[in-house]
């Protein structure tokens, strides 16, 4: 679950045009120290991703609350000594939006880390190791192998990425002891 900085949803649980109230766009545990809410209720509006991968390639960041081992994990990762949220909200913040629109960035395949999500054809994909898998509602589908030597349209912000590139794992849906389904 993430959000995007409060409540950007009217009473009758509408989205008008407002997709965030700040830059502190954070993923968060579904369930914390029993805490219950109701769902876009008074205080922020909920987002609900398929896993941290989707949530990363968005421009969200582990919450330091709920998820403080996994924020501090990212910090390092993210800037090579750990850092403060706000510094991170503030570099993240000019990397995932480009005006109203996902703003995406090129990079080569071969530097993609796992984890990372590029666009390809209107459908994203998640690197991992050789392959990009499909993302879709209900999980990850068999999708194709990376190309070598070409450049990708990335999802996942550069600076998310190179977090990647540095060791911090994310939580991705599903097993992947067995094959992922075909699609």
Not at 31 to 36: D, K, L, Q
Not at 125 to 134: C, N, T
């Amino acid at each position: 679950m993430g959000n995007r900085g409060g409540r950007f949803h009217s009473d009758d649980r509408t989205i008008g045009a407002r997709r965030h109230v700040s830059r502190r766009w954070i993923a968060c545990e579904c369930e914390f120290r029993g805490r219950r809410r109701q769902v876009w209720g008074a205080s922020y509006t909920e987002l609900f991703f398929l896993d941290e991968v989707t949530a990363l390639a968005a421009g969200h960041r582990p919450c330091y609350e709920c998820r403080r081992a996994n924020a501090q994990d990212f910090a390092r990762a993210f800037a090579g000594n750990p850092i403060g949220a706000d510094d991170i909200d503030v570099v993240l913040d000019g990397e995932r939006r480009n005006g109203r629109d996902k703003r995406l960035h090129s990079m080569p395949y071969d530097e993609l880390p796992d984890g990372a999500m590029v666009a390809i054809a209107g459908s994203a994909f998640a690197v991992r190791g050789d392959d990009l898998l499909k993302w879709s509602f209900e999980g990850y589908r068999a999708g194709r192998e990376r190309p070598a030597r070409s450049m990708a349209e990335v999802l996942t912000p550069p600076s998310i990425v190179r977090a990647l590139s540095n060791g911090y794992e994310p939580r991705w849906f599903g097993l992947f002891d067995e094959p992922v389904s075909p699609a």
